[in-house]
Antibody, heavy 118, light 107 residues
Framework: EVQLVESGGGLVQPGGSLRLSCSAS????????MHWVRQAPGKGLEYVST????????YYADSVKGRFTISRDNSKNTLYLQMSSLRAEDTAVYYC???????????WGQGTLVTVSS | DIQMTQSPSTLSASVGDRVTITCRAS??????LAWYQQKPGKAPKVLIY???SLESGVPSRFSGSGSGTKFTLTISSLQADDFATYYC?????????FGQGTKVEIK
């Protein structure tokens, strides 16, 4: 059974940093690209970032480019999102998402809430 | 970036109704479109990929169509479990943008 478990969310002050982690199990982690998608309270889904299966290529939404860094450790089956220079508008539930063989996002974690506030 | 626009934003319907949601892309995305269902407090769930392919386990009352820039999600006979918010997403290119969502409410 595929499981994606996010951690690392919490309350952080504007301008601060936070690192999210996603522990994956139930599939061959190193074979699939992984993504982060976020959802601000009461709002829609927003694509954040992607890392290819071997970590060689990364992609970002314009809203986080230069502030967020996606990475992975295939030896630990873990996906990361390093967030810096955080803003109030980064407040959201952050989902870890697996790329599918056919569909783009076939499994989602339960999400971790990041709140940026003073 | 490719912009995705859904309509309507909210839809009121009754159990048994046929429901159609439209998604338009700002440029051609061929058939690289997925549809998701999200219920309050839950993660989204993929329903349709490649514009018209049904994800395993998804009821056959859900169907998708379209290519290029215009796409539709149809629920042939709305069930109580289908009241939720639906999102389209293009995955032709990065960033993989989502539509703003369509909330299907009970009439």
């Amino acid at each position: 059974e595929v499981q994606l478990v996010e951690s690392g969310g919490g309350l952080v002050q504007p301008g601060g940093s936070l690192r999210l982690s996603c522990s994956a199990s139930g599939f061959t982690f190193s074979s699939f690209a992984m993504h982060w998608v976020r959802q601000a309270p009461g709002k829609g889904l927003e694509y954040v970032s992607t890392v290819t299966n071997n970590g060689d290529d990364t992609y970002y939404a314009d809203s986080v480019k230069g502030r967020f860094t996606i990475s992975r450790d295939n030896s630990k089956n873990t996906l990361y999102l390093q967030m810096s220079s955080l803003r109030a508008e980064d407040t959201a539930v952050y989902y870890c998402v697996k790329e599918g063989l056919l569909s783009p996002h076939d499994y989602w974690g339960q999400g971790t809430l990041v709140t940026v506030s003073s | 970036d490719i912009q995705m626009t859904q309509s309507p934003s909210t839809l009121s319907a009754s159990v048994g109704d046929r429901v159609t949601i439209t998604c338009r892309a700002s440029q051609s995305i061929s058939s690289w479109l997925a549809w998701y269902q999200q219920k309050p407090g839950k993660a989204p769930k993929v329903l349709i990929y490649k514009a018209s392919s049904l994800e395993s386990g998804v009821p056959s009352r859900f169907s998708g169509s379209g290519s290029g820039t215009k796409f539709t999600l149809t629920i042939s006979s709305l069930q109580a479990d289908d009241f939720a918010t639906y999102y389209c997403q293009q995955y032709k290119s990065y960033p993989r943008t989502f539509g703003q969502g369509t909330k299907v409410e009970i009439k």
